[in-house]
């Protein structure tokens, strides 16, 4: 037997969650296959669309579960082909571990930039060198988003 209150929505229930108890809804994950679960898959970071969901909540959310039959590519942002939830948790750590490479290859790549034009800038390096300086950061940049590519916590192997 559930005991609501009848002016409670699964929003009002999301956000209540938030205001008493340590949730933060930008990190909370919230299932649905029906438009009335939209309302409060739009408040949360992470909304998960069933595979038997209406093609219109798959496009909303974020993450979308299915078999090749029932689901598109274009449906999210992530698609899964497999009917179960084990894979969402390891989905949202790798999109958050690239998310923070790109950021360091970006900023730091356009921070050594900044700081390669202020010292041309100053006349304390040749038009050659800035240029060999600049290619220098772009390798470092793009060597660093490699790390993307490998698996959190392998080492690279040494020469």
Known sequence: MNVT???????????????HTALDLKNAVSIG?????EPRMSCVGHPVAMGNAKQGTKERAGIALGTKSDITSEAAHVVILEPSLRRVDE???ISGRMRRIALQSALGGMSL?????IVAACGLITPVVGAIAQECIDV???LNALRAAQEPGEKSHKL
């Open 5 to 19: 209150r009848k002016d409670a929505t699964p929003k009002t229930a999301a956000h209540w969650l938030e205001l």
């Open 33 to 37: 296959d029906s438009p009335s679960y």
């Open 91 to 93: 989905f949202i750590h």
């Open 113 to 117: 930039s900044t700081v390669g034009m």
């Open 140 to 142: 470092f940049a793009v």
